[in-house]
């Protein structure tokens, strides 16, 4: 018995139909599935958990939906199993959301569209399984890539901006996000040292892109043990409009502003309040933040 974990919002509606469709085609291979559909925030971590808990249910979740749905999966797969242990239960992602990052490093370029629902089933009947590594932030797992600073307030005007700008939501985010940009000060603790000051922005990465395909850590890996840390420090608007194209054609690996370095722990304590990233999830954040590696937890399937 496979758990699928579906969000119709997902994908512009997607979702739902493809949902419909791999159930056809599990049913063909004679697979079974029960089938979870979200209908409000930490649904799809409620669904997980409940899963898994006392004891596991099921051969496997399969998560149909965006980063931020996948997110929601995996914390609540990870709370079933507290203390870094192995989840027993692998999950498979269908990649119908706008971004779709982690699959993108999964695979190692962007992913334009879902796989056919058969090519899906196929996937789930081979069930060929790659071991990761997942990231807490104060306890809550991400899959991907954490992100505070200038790039989560991005993400966070691009949720505000979609009613008006459709599909430019992002670009317009990011102009409006320069425009009004100021930079974040707070304390870096990682690999034995501290560092106050004020930063553009910190991504905490297992995953190599965000953002929608944006290789912001190309050095990243997820089965390593390793978090990626990319420290960009605090600069003004003028710098901060030569950052963004730099990205954009990942050369901002040269740049004397970006700093690269691996820990499997590290700390950020903010002097005001700001908006954390969790694969797209945005959530307030004050005070410490503690991100810390947990090798080798997860089964996915490849």
């Known amino acids: 018995m496979y758990h699928i974990i579906v969000n119709p919002v997902a994908g512009k509606g997607r979702t739902t ?29 409620h669904f997980a958990l409940q899963i898994l808990q006392n004891p596991p249910s099921g051969s496997g979740i399969i998560g149909i939906g965006g980063d931020g749905t996948i997110q929601e999966i995996v914390a609540g797969m990870v709370d079933a199993f507290p203390h870094g242990q192995h989840i027993p239960t692998p999950l498979a992602i269908c990649p119908v959301g706008s971004g779709n990052d982690f699959v993108t490093s999964l695979n190692g370029k962007k992913t334009k569209k879902s796989p056919a629902p058969s090519a899906f089933a196929e996937k789930i009947k081979k069930r060929y399984l790659r071991t990761i590594d997942v990231i807490t932030a104060n306890n809550e797992a991400f ?7 200038v790039d989560a307030r991005i993400v966070q005007n691009a949720a505000n901006l979609k009613q008006t700008h459709g599909g430019r939501a992002y670009l317009a985010a990011v102009y409006k996000s320069i425009m009004r940009h100021s930079n974040t000060t707070m304390t870096l603790a990682v690999n034995g040292r501290e560092i106050t000051k004020p930063f553009t922005l910190i991504a905490i990465c297992n995953g190599q892109f965000y953002g929608g395909g944006l290789r912001i850590a190309p050095t990243a890996k997820f089965d390593d043990g390793k978090i990626t840390l990319c420290v960009i420090e605090g600069v003004g608007r003028a710098k901060l409009g030569i950052l963004f194209p730099s990205l954009l054609i990942e050369k901002h690996t040269a740049l004397k502003i970006v700093q690269f370095e691996e820990c499997t ?4 304590t903010l002097q005001n309040a700001e908006t954390l990233c969790l694969d797209g999830n945005l959530a307030p954040a004050t005070g410490e933040i503690k991100f810390k590696i947990l090798p080798q937890v997860l089964d996915v399937f490849v």
Not at 143 to 149: D, E, F, M, Q, S
């Open 17 to 45: 139909a493809y949902a419909t469709q791999l159930g056809k085609e599990l049913a063909r291979e004679n697979i079974s599935y029960t089938l979870h559909t979200t209908t409000k925030v930490k649904d799809a971590y």
């Open 143 to 149: 899959l991907n890539i954490a992100n505070i600073g």
């Open 265 to 268: 722990e590290l700390s950020l």
